[in-house]
């Protein structure tokens, strides 16, 4: 069973899969074409991060209630919500502001899946699908922030390339810790039955 270091995984299984949803559906849309006017686009991004942030708040707000870690979701609300207001109030007008402010948020949320993937699982399949979805990330940041003679929504494709695949990878995280919390716990309560019976042997083996 692939460990776990909950010190920089601090998310509910929940809320991977919440996550995941949202950036699935919403990376479907924008890859497929369905959204094909820029303003409207730049719009809806924006309130696509603004609800992944709010999730993030809640996450955060939920781990510190339970006394977990809480910081990494404090950290990625932050980010969301931040590049959505950009988007919302100060770069909804302008076409370069805007592509700038996706392009600078795909690559930060590229390095830090990228920092996740070596530091939050010794799995190797894990580490692989998150390292990998960092790297896509930081790739089609540049690729956004650079190719000037792609047309907008071409750029609006390769977010929701990436989106899709943040969808895809929190899924399979969520699933994935949900099953290790199972697993977590039937472990420890076969070692606690484990530890009983020893006591109960220990006790006749005096008598």
Request: glycine share 8%; aromatic share 12%.
């Amino acid at each position: 069973m692939a460990h776990i270091n909950r010190r920089y995984i601090d998310k509910h299984w929940f809320v991977f899969i919440i996550r995941g949803l949202m950036a699935a559906i919403f990376g479907f849309l924008a890859l497929f074409g369905v959204l094909s006017d820029y303003e409207i686009v730049i719009s809806v991004i924006a309130i696509f991060l603004l609800l992944m942030g709010i999730v993030d708040s809640v996450s955060a707000l939920y781990a510190s209630v339970k006394k977990h870690g809480w910081i990494n979701s404090v950290i990625d609300a932050l980010i969301d919500i931040a590049a959505a207001l950009t988007l919302l109030f100060f770069a909804k007008d302008s076409l370069v502001a805007s592509l700038v402010i996706i392009a600078v948020y795909t690559i930060v949320s590229g390095l830090i899946d990228v920092f996740h993937g070596f530091l939050s699982t010794v799995d190797p399949t894990d580490r692989f699908i998150r390292v990998l979805a960092g790297v896509l990330g930081c790739i089609m940041g540049i690729v956004i922030l650079n190719a000037g003679e792609f047309e907008v929504m071409t750029f609006i494709r390769f977010f929701g390339a990436y989106m899709l695949v943040v969808g895809v990878t929190s899924l399979i995280y969520g699933v994935h810790n949900r099953s290790q919390g199972v697993e977590d716990k039937q472990a420890r309560s076969q070692a606690l039955k484990g530890k009983k019976k020893s006591k109960k042997t220990t006790k006749k083996a005096k008598k």
